[in-house]
């Protein structure tokens, strides 16, 4: 039994019969509905089925642990094959991105660099983001795992970032003033002077869900809302389609419908893709009850 603290969302025995499993059926046109949908399979296989230059936007956050089982996620334990699945999904995802879309992918130190190699054969790499996990255990002779990369390409020079959508509020330390006296790029309310600027690619006030958050649910690599909102926020507009290969617990897609934008998604483990569908459902009932 959960403590009436714990909010951890989980796939029951009833969810499992209730929540209906899609599946692309159709290679060729007419092909489904494909707009705000998750679908059932191997992402790489489900890719192909996609059309050409169809996604705004790809955010995702593949399986990168591969000494741990994460369920039909994990991909191998050497290395060579690791690269060689990574390639094959990224060069999907290069087809399907439109000509002016971004992709971001998260990942942990040690396949970093191996994404960093394949991104760049394809795309043109922006940044590499460091967000500080503030979760992670310790070890008695390494340091302890306390961050991840989150990479920041595009496929062409044309792309979408919205900077005033993602600045930062900032305390002025120094609160300069021009020759009439009035600031320079800073504010002030209730006696606290601050400006908006510009964010950087370290980020360090994004927590990963915990027990007693709402958005917490049973998936071992789940990533935080606010995290996701970030990356949407700043490269896709309103009515734009977010696109996550490897949806997990559905966290692309419930900030995608939240923030107005349309989504797509697959995910291999069946408790997962339920977990996805849980969580969407529950995101329409709140709209609903508050007329939105």
Known sequence: ???????????????????????????????????????????????????????????TD??????????????????????????????????????????YICINWEASTIIEAILKNHFIIRNRITWKRDKGRGAKKNWKNNME??????KGDD??????????????????VDKKGKPKDWQEVDGKKFRMTHPSNIWTDLTVPFWSMPENTEHPTQKPEKLI??????????????????????????????????????????RFYILAQKRLKALNQLRESIGI
Not at 65 to 94: M, P, Y
Request: proline letters at 6%.
């Open 229 to 270: 909102e970030r990356i949407i926020l700043a490269s896709s507009n309103k009515g734009e389609l977010i696109f996550d290969p490897f949806m997990g617990s559905g966290t692309t897609a419930v900030v995608a419908k939240r923030l107005e934008r349309n989504y797509l998604g697959f995910e291999i483990e069946k």
């Open 62 to 103: 593949p399986p990168y642990t591969i000494r741990k089982d994460f369920g039909k996620g994990t991909v191998t334990t050497k290395e060579k094959e690791f690269i060689t699945w990574c390639e094959n999904w990224i060069e999907q995802c290069f087809r399907i991105l439109k000509p002016n879309g971004s992709i």
């Open 1 to 59: 039994m959960k403590s009436k603290r714990n909010k951890t969302i989980s796939v029951t025995k009833e969810d499992e019969k209730n929540f209906p499993v899609f599946k692309i059926h159709n290679t060729q046109p007419p092909r489904p509905n494909l707009i705000n949908k998750l679908f059932y399979g191997d992402c790489i296989k489900e890719m192909s089925k996609l059309p050409d230059s169809f996604v705004d936007l790809i955010v």
């Open 159 to 176: 792309y979408t970032f919205n900077l005033e959508a993602v600045k930062v509020k900032k305390a002025v330390i120094a609160p300069y």
């Open 149 to 154: 990369d989150i990479w920041f390409a595009t």
